[in-house]
């Protein structure tokens, strides 16, 4: 009897947690969304104002952000320093692909780490008009991608908790 009360707690546990874990990701994404904006416009303003070289500015920009978004900038700007055969759209595109292979990539779903890889390929040979306008509509793309996420965001939240919760009640009411 012990053992089968302690199941169906384990079973409802489990669910409310598989919901809990779902409305995580989705506000884990909106903070990834909004810090990488912070982080375009901080690179927006290296390129535009400070007229620092590519190489420069990501590293200055990375070395303001602690996570995994700081760990991609830093990345190309040291892989850019190391390498002076391979285009940037390259560098860039590989640094994407270690994110997105890390444990922090399940965070960001395709279409960002899509249109994230899209950037690399229009930055780096452009002169800085040319670039600014470049990251300028990137940040368009990104501000609709994190407005849209915020209509969203609550009903999901709400309903993958609910889910989980009376997913794991359904399963211990047909199970017992």
Do not use: H
């Amino acid at each position: 009897m012990v053992i089968k009360w302690a199941g169906i707690g384990l079973v409802l546990f489990s669910g409310t947690g598989w919901g809990m874990w779902m409305a995580w990701r989705w506000r884990a994404r909106l903070e990834a969304l909004e810090t990488l904006r912070q982080m375009i416009f901080g690179l927006k303003g290296e390129i535009t104002y400070s007229r620092a070289p590519l190489e420069e500015a990501l590293e200055r920009v990375g070395r303001r952000e602690n996570g995994f978004l700081g760990r991609l900038f830093t990345g190309a700007a040291r892989e850019i320093a190391a390498s002076r055969e391979e285009t940037f759209s390259k560098i860039w595109e590989k640094q994407v692909e270690l994110i997105k292979k890390g444990s922090q990539g399940e965070i960001l779903d395709e279409k960002d780490i899509k249109q994230l890889a899209g950037l690399g390929g229009r930055l780096g040979y452009l002169d800085v008009d040319m670039q600014e306008r470049t990251l300028l509509l990137y940040l368009e793309q990104l501000e609709l991608s994190i407005s849209r996420l915020r209509g969203e965001m609550r009903e999901r939240c709400r309903l993958s908790t609910a889910l989980g919760m009376m997913g794991s009640l359904l399963l211990v009411i047909l199970m017992y």
